[in-house]
């Protein structure tokens, strides 16, 4: 047989690891896993960092969207009423120009008769005036005619008188 096969007998020492032995390889060994494990622990620290910084972003982010959705919708709601009150203001304005318009036509209406009443009572002022003038000269006439006459029918008197 060779050297190193030897044949084991129970007669030899237990293998057995003296308890300060093992209690220093455990600590060992638990430093060198913390040693081996901090980079990795540290990487998780930054990612849960980065992670609650990212959460922190998208509450922020999503609280904002719901606020420029909540003043967007009541623009809109704003708007909506703004184009109701122009519409209504619109339809005030197209009533209110029909009844100028209206108004405008039965004021040029009256205003025409007026004026037409006017023109008349002035056609006629300007007829009365003209027979006015035509009654003084006619009257003018007629007096000069009875004083001519006069005159003839004392002229008469007088030559019949001679002839008597």
């Known amino acids: 047989m060779a050297e190193h096969d030897l044949p084991l007998t129970e007669s030899a020492p237990k293998a057995e690891i003296p308890a300060a032995l ?4 455990r600590d060992w060994a638990e430093q060198y896993a913390q040693d081996a494990a901090a980079p990795a622990r540290a990487a998780l ?8 910084e990212r959460d922190e ?5 999503t609280s904002e969207l719901r606020n420029a959705k ?21 339809a005030q304005i197209a ?6 318009e209206r108004s ?13 009443a006017q023109m008349d009572l002035i056609g006629a002022t300007t007829a009365r005036d003209n027979y006015d003038a035509e009654i ?15 005159t003839l029918k004392t002229e008469k008197e007088v030559l019949l008188s001679r002839l008597q």
């Open 22 to 25: 093992a209690t220093a390889l």
């Open 45 to 52: 620290a930054e990612r849960d960092v980065a992670l609650a």
């Open 57 to 61: 972003a998208i509450e922020r982010l």
């Open 70 to 90: 909540h003043i967007a919708s009541e623009a809109l709601v704003g708007k909506a009423k703004d184009q109701l009150a122009i519409d209504g203001k619109d």
């Open 95 to 100: 009533d209110l120009r029909n009844q100028l």
């Open 104 to 116: 405008m036509a039965n004021t040029a209406s009256e205003s025409d008769a007026r004026l037409k």
């Open 136 to 150: 003084k000269d006619l009257r003018a006439q007629l007096d000069a005619s009875q004083a001519e006459r006069r």
